[in-house]
């Protein structure tokens, strides 16, 4: 039975992530983490990119591809999305709370 993944990716993000794969030819070993890092201050900065997983992750499958969260950090980005999009001529990846 597939775990449902608890961060919503958009169709735009998960293009750009596909995108990205491709273009930096990263191996299918390599799954993509969502995760957070704390700031400082109780505040907590979101990250992307491409991992090995470990025995602290949970791995779930979107559209073929590997996603891992540290099983830590799963209530942290419960009802988040992750977009993509541009914003005063900078890309990036954004992460927004679900309402």
Do not use: W
């Not at 400082?40 to 891992?68: M, N, W, Y």
């Amino acid at each position: 039975m597939k775990k449902k993944l608890p961060v919503n990716i958009t169709k735009k993000a998960l293009k750009k992530i596909l995108e990205i794969k491709k273009q930096k030819k990263i191996d299918d070993a390599y799954h993509l983490r969502l995760g957070v890092k704390p700031a400082g201050c109780g505040i907590a900065s979101h990250r992307i990119g491409f991992d090995h997983p470990t025995a602290k992750d949970e791995v779930f499958e979107l559209d073929g591809i590997q996603v891992i969260i540290e099983k830590i950090q799963l209530m942290h980005l419960a009802g988040k999305s992750v977009d993509y999009d541009v914003v005063d001529g900078e890309a990036g990846f954004l992460f927004r709370t679900d309402n």
